[in-house]
């Protein structure tokens, strides 16, 4: 289940923002098509973050599929946004300020300063945990010391 769908993002930012960064036929209208790419695409970043901390898909502590916390579903549609401006959409500051404010907030997320609540840590299984230390097993010297060869 997405994050965000096309609709929240329209309920977010106003029918009129939403066709301004999806209409590319001039219809006036929000494009759903491309605002569900846009949201698909702000999911797999937001879910690089929050995979770091959290078993995904989101699942609830006990095991049940999760919906996505309302904290989400908002980066969620500030990155879309973001992410849909800059060529013939303008990139305002207040729009640039949101998506880092996003990214800061996610960062937090996956170091475990802000929590999403009652869902399921990542497992041995999924992601690294973040910081510890890394060991390396280390064998045979592959080449030979050239200095004896020449």
């Keep these: 289940m997405p994050y965000?769908?096309?609709?929240?993002?329209?309920?977010?930012?106003?029918?009129?923002?939403a066709a301004a960064i999806s209409d590319r036929s001039g219809t006036g209208v929000p494009d759903t098509a491309v605002l569900t790419k846009?949201?698909?695409?702000a999911e797999e970043e937001v879910n690089a973050y929050v995979g770091?901390?959290?078993r995904l898909p989101l699942m609830t502590s006990g095991g049940q599929p999760a919906s996505a916390p309302?904290?989400?579903?908002?980066?969620?549609?500030?990155i879309a946004r973001?992410?849909?401006t800059g060529t013939e959409i303008m990139e305002t500051e207040a729009i640039r300020m949101r998506f880092k404010d996003a990214l800061k907030a996610l960062e937090?997320?996956?170091n475990g300063g802000i929590s999403l609540g009652?869902?399921?840590?990542?497992?041995?299984?999924g992601p690294?945990?973040?910081?510890?230390?890394?060991?390396?097993?280390?064998?045979?010297?592959?080449f030979s010391d050239l200095r004896q060869v020449l």
């Excluded at 309302?70 to 500030?78: A, G, P």
């Excluded at 009652?118 to 299984?125: E, I, K, N, R």
């Design 4 to 17: 965000a769908t096309p609709q929240d993002l329209i309920a977010r930012l106003g029918e009129r923002e």
């Design 38 to 41: 846009a949201l698909a695409d």
């Design 52 to 54: 770091r901390r959290y």
């Design 70 to 78: 309302s904290f989400l579903v908002r980066i969620v549609v500030d």
């Design 82 to 84: 973001y992410r849909q």
């Design 108 to 110: 937090q997320v996956a």
């Design 118 to 125: 009652d869902l399921m840590l990542a497992s041995a299984g």
């Design 128 to 142: 690294a945990s973040i910081g510890g230390s890394t060991a390396a097993r280390t064998s045979v010297k592959a």
